[in-house]
T-cell receptor, first 116, second 120 residues
Framework: AQKITQTQPGMFVQEKEAVTLDCTYD???????LFWYKQPSSGEMIFLIY??????QNATEGRYSLNFQKARKSANLVISASQLGDSAMYFC?????????????FGQGTRLTINP | GAVVSQHPSRVICKSGTSVKIECRSL??????MFWYRQFPKQSLMLMAT?????????EQGVEKDKFLINHASLTLSTLTVTSAHPEDSSFYIC????????????????FGPGTRLTVL
């Protein structure tokens, strides 16, 4: 079964600290993609970062980096120097399926709260 | 700026009426768009994949006669909730995937801002 698991329902972090949001996945497909999206209270889904299963290096986008450990099937999101505006729901997602029939499977999400 | 728009952002309707939600791709021509539903404090669940010029592909358990999807152009997909009932109240969000040659990664889905539907 293709599944994304986020085991942290909520995380509380002090402003300016780094935070790691956990994500593990399960798939038998040799080719897949992993995503992180941020959903603030307004509801929009904001794309943060992408990691392809064949990418040799961990993806980075500004303060976001993805700690991709293929053997452990984990794709944790690391946010450095957290800011108050980082408070939101964070969803890990996996692209599954063949070209032309691809879809995203989402985890249950982690609510991140940044404290001043 | 926004890559995908949705209209309306919020709708309240009476039970038994039909509601149409529009999803527009603003930055590229999207041959494939997706419709998701999100209940409060839950994750996004894919309802259907909308393909331009052909029938939508519905996920298991989603009633195709209740949730009508029309992808009539490369920039517009619509979701019509027919004979809506209170249990259909939810946050509906669409996404679009860029085609090859658009200058954007074809791996990434770009989401609209969502539509909050309340059925009384």
């Amino acid at each position: 079964a293709q599944k994304i698991t986020q085991t942290q329902p909520g995380m509380f972090v002090q402003e300016k600290e780094a935070v790691t949001l956990d994500c593990t996945y399960d798939t038998s497909d040799p080719s897949y993609g992993l995503f992180w999206y941020k959903q603030p209270s307004s509801g929009e889904m904001i794309f943060l970062i992408y990691q392809g299963s064949y990418d040799q290096q961990n993806a980075t986008e500004g303060r976001y980096s993805l700690n991709f450990q293929k053997a452990r099937k984990s794709a944790n999101l690391v946010i450095s120097a957290s800011q108050l505006g980082d408070s939101a729901m964070y969803f890990c997602a996996m692209r599954v399926g063949l070209q032309g029939a691809q879809k995203l499977v989402f985890g249950q999400g982690t609510r991140l709260t940044i404290n001043p | 700026g926004a890559v995908v728009s949705q209209h309306p952002s919020r709708v309240i309707c009476k039970s038994g009426t039909s509601v149409k939600i529009e999803c527009r791709s603003l930055d590229f021509q999207a041959t494939t768009m997706f419709w998701y539903r999100q209940f409060p404090k839950q994750s996004l669940m894919l309802m259907a994949t909308s393909n331009e010029g052909s029938k939508a592909t519905y996920e298991q358990g989603v009633e195709k006669d209740k949730f009508l999807i029309n992808h009539a152009s490369l920039t517009l997909s619509t979701l019509t909730v027919t004979s809506a009932h209170p249990e259909d109240s939810s946050f509906y969000i669409c996404s679009a995937r860029p085609p090859q040659g658009s200058g954007r990664s074809t791996d990434t889905q770009y989401f609209g801002p969502g539509t909050r539907l309340t059925v009384l």
